[in-house]
């Protein structure tokens, strides 16, 4: 048999390359998929541990100082868990209740709110602006009127027709009851239990699941507390010892480990001290910027700010349009609505150029980018919320890798 000519070596490394690049997308896409169903199983497990390592990141520095001033480990700890809780119970005594009450009334607004934007819509386009009234007139054309039925003559016969065909076929059908009437309410009973039974038995299992999840969700936020003061008080023996419990031996591979997860380490650290920091200072000055211009459920959009802000640039404009909806039904000028766009600015432009710069004070973190594209790939393709937060540190590792051995191999090569 002749060798392959150089067209059919190409084509055949070609078809070979393609192979293989499928392979790897089946590969990552089983990956991903087999990810998320484990995320599914494990999230009562997973959730009581991420939210604790959060806090530890948080908490960590406060400790360290009380640490340096002269109090033990454990004492530090205590002491800062009883000015976060003392804190905590400030917080959620004096705003709690105002949150409560806002949710509560806009809820019960929602519906008037719906029934104004229908209402301004409708004479929206009942009165369109003058400019949209010309462009309309362009680009309408004249209007044939449509055929209607009743301009058929054939359609009172077709009706007559179907209407005698109908009385006939009525004077045909059978009784209605046929039986005794015995038999036909034992059937009945019969088929009525037969439905009952299995959806009796779907609601008690339903509560019965509903009971077990509420009951698995106050274990595990009793859980948080618990798991975050046995990662603030082992972070000297994690630091310290934590390589010795890789399952690698001592060679260049471990130590290129350790690098790469101590740079994810550095990169998580960076974007949860400082981006949770940055949300709560945008929802206290949003609360107070709303407040300032009268806006309804001003608490109620700055306690949403914390949790919003927490994904750059989505979370913002998100709430900056609910709260442009809320100005412009509740007060119907363009006054208010143009003030929230202010609030919205001068937060924006303190943010950029103050808070983020203080809090974050030099240390490369994740681009707002990376972080907007991993909380929407991770919410999509891992499910929930869940795999939106856990899909932050996978971003990391994705960004440690490309900066350790495909950027710095680029740049080495371009030297």
């Not at 009450?101 to 929602?110: G, I, K, N």
């Not at 009952?196 to 595990?220: D, E, I, N, S, Y």
């Not at 899909?391 to 960004?399: E, F, G, K, M, Y």
Request: one cysteine or more; a positive charge; proline letters at 7%.
């Amino acid at each position: 048999m002749p060798p392959p000519t150089p067209a059919q070596a190409r084509l055949i490394w070609l078809a070979l390359t393609g192979l293989a690049i499928a392979t790897l997308v089946a590969l990552v896409a089983a990956l991903v998929w087999g990810l998320g169903q484990v995320l599914q199983i494990l999230a009562p497990v997973l959730w009581p541990l991420a939210i604790a390592t959060v806090i530890a990141y948080l908490l960590d520095p406060v400790v360290d100082g009380l640490e340096r001033k002269g109090l033990s480990r454990t004492r530090a700890i205590l002491c800062v868990f009883g000015i976060a809780l003392l804190l905590l119970t400030a917080v959620f005594g004096s705003v709690g209740p105002q949150v409560v009450r806002e949710t509560r009334q806009l809820v019960a607004r929602v519906p008037a709110y719906a029934v104004n934007v229908q209402q301004r819509i409708e004479v929206w386009v009942n009165n369109p602006p003058p400019l949209l009234q010309k462009l309309l007139r362009r680009e309408a054309a004249p209007m044939k009127p449509p055929d209607s039925e009743a301009t058929d003559p054939a359609a009172p016969l077709l009706l007559t027709a179907g209407t005698t065909n109908d009385l006939a076929a009525g004077t045909n059908s059978p009784a209605l009851f046929g039986g005794t009437f015995d038999q036909q309410t034992l059937h009945s009973a019969t088929g009525w239990l037969a439905q009952a039974l299995p959806q009796a038995g779907r609601w008690l299992f339903g509560q019965v699941g509903r009971v077990a999840a509420w009951f698995g969700f106050l274990a595990g936020l009793a859980l948080v507390p618990i798991y975050a003061f046995y990662l603030l008080l082992e972070k000297r023996g994690i630091e310290s010892n934590w390589t010795d419990y890789l399952p690698v031996s001592d060679s260049r591979f471990k130590d290129e480990l350790v690098f790469v997860l101590r740079s994810i380490n550095g990169y998580l650290i960076a974007f949860f001290r400082g981006q949770v920091l940055v949300a709560i200072c945008d929802g206290i000055l949003y609360t107070i910027g709303f407040l300032s211009i009268g806006l309804p459920y001003a608490v109620l959009l700055g306690a949403a700010a914390v949790g919003l802000t927490m994904i750059p640039f989505l979370g913002a404009m998100a709430l900056c349009a609910t709260a442009l909806i809320i100005a412009l039904v509740q007060y119907g000028d363009w006054l208010h609505p143009a003030l929230v766009l202010g609030v919205f600015a001068i937060v924006q432009t303190l943010e950029g150029l103050v808070i983020s710069p203080r809090i974050m004070r030099g240390r490369v973190g994740l681009h707002p980018l990376a972080i907007i594209i991993a909380v929407m790939a991770g919410t999509t393709l891992l499910g929930g919320l869940l795999g939106g937060i856990l899909a932050i540190p996978l971003t990391a590792v994705l960004r440690v890798l490309l900066a350790r051995y495909v950027w710095k191999r680029q740049k080495s090569l371009n030297r």
